[in-house]
């Protein structure tokens, strides 16, 4: 399901930060994430964002519709606004009343924006590794 008109206006996110905060860790230009606890992370279309804690920049990782984990700058380039995973489907969107969509290769779907950073991803040993180069 979408966001309300309400949400858009105001510009809230679905997509909410780890229930388990130390699932994640940042040093040196990558984002370490420990998938075992990141419930988020496990299921087509689950995501969740990084902010805070040294981190440059807000990092919205998902994993994808196609089995693929695949991470952004969550930040629209048209509004700035959060971007969240549309449940059900390949793409992304602004939360904001201009809606923006995007695919995981962050190329504008429909809307007013620029395509989004998208940041190289890797699994390896039970982490999802983002380097945000």
């Given at each position: 399901m979408g966001l309300g008109l309400l949400e858009r206006v105001?510009?809230?996110s679905k997509?909410?930060?780890p229930g388990d905060p130390g699932c994640w860790k940042y040093s040196k230009g990558k984002v370490e994430i420990e998938w075992a606890r990141a419930p988020e992370l496990r299921k087509p279309c689950g995501a969740t964002r990084l902010e805070g804690r040294g981190l440059p920049e807000r990092v919205l990782v998902i994993y994808g519709m196609d089995?693929?984990?695949h991470a952004f700058r969550n930040s629209c380039t048209y509004t700035g606004r959060r971007i969240d995973p549309v449940a059900?489907?390949?793409t992304l969107r602004c939360c904001s009343?201009?809606?923006s969509t995007f695919?995981?290769?962050?190329?504008?779907i429909s809307g007013s924006a620029k395509p989004l950073?998208?940041?190289r991803v890797r699994t390896k040993q039970c982490k999802v590794?983002?380097?945000?180069?």
């Open positions: 105001l510009g809230i997509t909410k930060s089995g693929q984990y059900g489907t390949r009343l201009f809606a695919d995981y290769s962050g190329n504008v950073k998208v940041f590794i983002v380097w945000l180069d």
